[in-house]
């Protein structure tokens, strides 16, 4: 290559900024005048919630990825730079993708140290002092509760339990701002009443008081009729006010709430991927105030530090799910969320006279700081389809000076194109918006664009063991994660030493009415195929204990895998459970329609006992319980005896896991996972190496869900508009190697929408020129399908749909086999 000039270098550089500034023969273009005089709300601040178990990994990451995970999310002029920390007050029960620790599981105890909501408050204040802080509590406790048939937190005593949670706060020297009721479970209007007079009471005057973190706006029927519950509510807190898993167009708010004269909050917004949720997310931090006025948003979750197998993979700010390797993904969700924090504070107000939508699509808000020394202003095109054009002016004392211009090509998987500093502008310009983009013009300083890089993603090898001597009393031990209940480290009865113990002795009041039973996984969904697992255990009294292997999935009622069941009376079940036909509706408390538990549309959670019986148990012994998966075959072992040998072919790979029966005091302790050679002569790929592309895909439903491990997420082509087949899914192997054989595991909700019935294969080693090596027909049918290759050296393999199920195409999980070694 011959050297450039550093003159047509200089010149290269300037050709993305340049187009900011439209020729001055062009048709007249909107104006948007910045009027520091012109009304507007307070701006309260952009954040993001951990909870329902969201951020459990996180803390398990390795230095120096853990730090460099925390200033990308709430250091100033770094990443994120988050200005609100909204926490679960953990209650012990599911609350979505875990159960997260209470500080006060009876009346008597007190544990301020519980659970690591703590350890993130303190990290979020020490790199951002000015952070404000919100809480919320999906369940509680049930010595809180009250009720029978549907325990509620509405009573006095769940209110004494929130101010101990306070008090643990100030012990932490966290001072709270926020602090709502019950999550999704509409009000009790008396009981705000009481929790306003008890932060009185308390020495917590300044906690604003939130209502009521639901849906729809219901609460203004209440706030309206009840002046005693009105008085006692300081913000309005709604739910997913721009839709829910949608492209969150439109967030529009009654004009009683608007009329109301108190803060009005999306008090949580979001569940969409990191990456295909960046446009999305970008018109939900404008559009709240453009609409229905409101001046903050929530974003769940803060990040996505949970296990593939838990619902709502990947959904977050960034991911991070492997502490093992200690890689993460800080994709261009921190960057849209960048273009509004890094240039407001809480405490800057809105400027009305400066927000609406681009006639081509697209949205744009300024706000101005309270002595209007600085402003910024923030458009989106996300919606657009042809560049936007937009003339900007200030009035009424603003600064009449050039203005930083940063960009973020949302469109774009490139990260060199997210966050980009741009030429300056100056009030009069006119400026020509790129579609797919954000963009800030502010007269603030101090951003800037974290520069730390991940490690890259690696399987979780084996063996693994744990024997829980390690840790402090009353801790959950590393890459232990509680679906329900609270699994921690206690004195081992009948033996010395330290075991993993089922604390919960109560059923906690609920929110989603899910598991309601004490169930803990650890383990790589992704790399996990073939496997012995084993593990002690003792039962207090009567119940049964579980020991489970290739755990690949976990919504409503069931934990997908295979289940080894002992009882006290020596009865014992191999099962198969599965999430087949199953819903993704969630219910609420407050809906008497589905009594507190998930509604399912479909057939219900799949259960298919393998092989049962009776053999000798001792309650109050020590038993080790024991699953071998090979291939399709699965053997089942108690005390060195062979329960059964069978074999299943739904789970091929997935995570070791414990449960109880509700609710028991159980007792675990030597936990080992240890590698078994695949059968036959083809291993499969981890997941960890592989990477995904596909001609298009629906909000939630992106290719990576084809090779996350989990047969229970899939690749679905996008429905809404309808796009026709033929279409295709690309893996990348991540170099060239021999491919002896492709599975296609089809959806296995019961829906064949997307199952694939006429098929061509391709392989490249350049991701550019593809040969074709297989083609074929398959069955309408969930069944699991392989292709068998002769001698194939490839880096990319190229599934293209030609045919399938309602015009459609789809893949729950590709696997790619090579030859055993």
């Known amino acids: 290559m011959h050297a450039r000039p550093r003159w047509f270098l200089f010149v290269l550089s300037l050709l993305p900024v340049l187009a900011l500034v439209s020729p001055a023969g062009a048709a007249a273009p909107p104006q948007v005048t910045i009027d520091a005089t012109a009304g507007g709300r307070t701006f309260d601040g952009v954040g993001a919630l951990s909870a329902g178990g969201s951020s459990r990994l996180l803390v398990d990451y390795p230095e120096p990825q853990r730090s460099q995970i925390l200033d990308y999310l709430f250091k100033p002029g770094y990443g994120a730079a988050l200005q609100i920390l909204k926490v679960e007050i953990g209650g012990d029960t599911n609350s979505t993708d875990g159960a997260e620790p209470s500080h006060r599981r009876t009346p008597s105890d007190l ?10 408050m303190e990290q979020a204040k020490a790199r951002n002092p000015r952070i404000k802080l919100s809480a919320l509590q999906w369940g509680a406790p ?75 706006w219901d609460v203004m029927g209440p706030i309206g009729a009840d ?16 839709g829910y898993l949608s492209d969150y167009l439109r967030c529009p708010s009654p004009a009683a709430a608007q009329d109301l004269g108190k803060p009005l909050h999306a008090s949580e917004q979001g569940s969409l991927p990191y990456d295909s949720g960046a446009a999305p997310l970008a018109r939900a931090l404008s559009r709240p105030y453009i609409d229905g006025g409101m001046t903050s948003t929530i974003n769940w979750s803060l990040i996505a530090s949970w296990y593939d197998t838990m619902p709502f993979q990947a959904s977050g700010l960034m991911g991070a799910n492997e502490p093992w390797s200690g890689a993460y ?20 107000r809105y400027v009305d006279s400066a927000k609406g939508y681009l006639d081509g699509g697209g949205s744009y808000v300024a706000l101005r700081s309270p002595d209007s020394r600085d402003y910024s202003l923030i458009a989106e095109t996300v919606d657009a389809t042809a560049p936007q054009r937009l003339r900007f002016s200030v009035a009424g004392g603003l600064p009449d000076r050039p203005v930083a211009v940063w960009s973020s090509d949302l469109s774009s998987g490139d990260s060199r194109r997210w966050f980009v500093r741009e030429r300056s502008v100056r ?86 009415g899910w598991l309601r039973r004490p169930v803990t996984v650890v383990g790589d969904l992704k790399s996990w195929l073939d496997y012995d697992t084993s593990v002690d255990t003792r039962l207090d009294g009567d119940g049964w204990t579980e020991l489970l292997g290739r755990v690949d999935g976990q919504w409503a009622d069931a934990v997908s895998g295979i289940h080894l069941r002992v009882s006290a009376a020596g009865d014992w079940q191999l099962y198969d459970e599965n999430l087949r036909g199953q ?101 499969y790929l981890p997941g960890q190496l592989l990477g995904a592309t596909g001609t298009g895909f629906h909000h939630g439903y992106e290719p990576r869900k084809a090779v996350d491990g989990s047969a229970q997420s899939m690749w679905h082509t996008e429905w809404s508009p309808r796009v026709v087949l033929p279409q295709s899914l690309t893996v990348d192997t991540g170099r060239t190697r021999r491919i002896a054989q492709v599975t296609y595991q089809p959806r296995e909700d019961g829906n064949t929408n997307g199952v694939i019935t006429r098929y061509e294969l391709s392989a490249s080693t350049d991701g550019v020129s593809y040969t074709p090596v297989a083609t074929g027909t ?19 393999l190229r599934l293209t749909a030609l045919e399938a199920g309602g015009g459609y195409a789809s893949a729950a999980e590709i696997k790619i086999g090579v030859p055993a070694r």
């Open 111 to 120: 544990d301020c140290d519980r659970g690591y909501e703590w350890w993130l």
């Open 142 to 216: 049930g010595w809180t509760g009250g009720g029978e048939a549907r325990p509620t937190v509405w009573t006095p005593r769940n209110i004494d339990y929130l101010m101990s949670w306070l008090g643990c706060a100030a012990r932490h020297h966290l001072r709270i701002d926020y602090l709502g009721g019950w999550n999704e479970a509409y009000s009790d209007p008396g009981w705000y009443v009481l929790l306003r007079q008890a932060l009185r009471d308390r020495g917590y005057g300044d906690v604003k008081v939130v209502a009521d973190d639901s849906f729809n």
């Open 227 to 242: 002046p005693d519950f009105r008085a006692a509510v300081d913000v309005v807190g709604q739910h997913y006010v721009c």
């Open 329 to 348: 993904v800080a994709g261009p969700s921190i960057w849209a969320t960048a273009h509004t924090t890094q240039f407001t504070e809480p405490g800057w």
């Open 427 to 512: 009030p009069g310009d006119t400026l020509t918006l790129e579609p797919g983009h954000v963009y800030t013009l502010s007269t603030t300083r101090g951003q800037g664009k974290g520069r730390a890089a991940p490690p890259p993603a690696a399987p979780l090898g084996l063996p693994y063991r744990d024997g829980f001597e390690s840790y402090a009393g009353g801790s959950t031990p590393r890459y232990i994660s509680d679906l329900d209940g609270a699994f921690e480290v206690a004195p081992c009865t009948g033996r010395r030493g330290r075991c993993l113990r089922q604390a919960i002795g109560e059923q906690p009041v609920w929110w989603n």
């Open 583 to 683: 819903d993704s509706t969630l219910c609420v408390p407050s809906d008497p329609a589905c009594a507190g538990v998930a509604t399912r549309s479909g057939r219900p959670v799949q259960r298919r006992t393998l092989a049962a019986g009776r053999a000798a148990v001792t309650p109050g012994t020590w038993h080790r319980l024991r699953l071998r998966f090979s291939g399709d075959q699965v053997t089942a072992g108690l005390d060195g005896a062979r329960l059964a040998r069978v074999d299943t072919p739904v789970h091929a790979s997935g995570q070791a896991g414990l449960a109880v029966s509700p609710w028991r005091h159980a007792e675990f302790d030597n936990l080992r996972v240890s590698p078994v050679r695949a059968p036959g002569n083809v291993r």
């Open 778 to 796: 398959w069955p309408l049918d969930g069944t699991r399908k392989t292709i068998i290759l002769p001698d194939v050296g490839a880096r990319f």
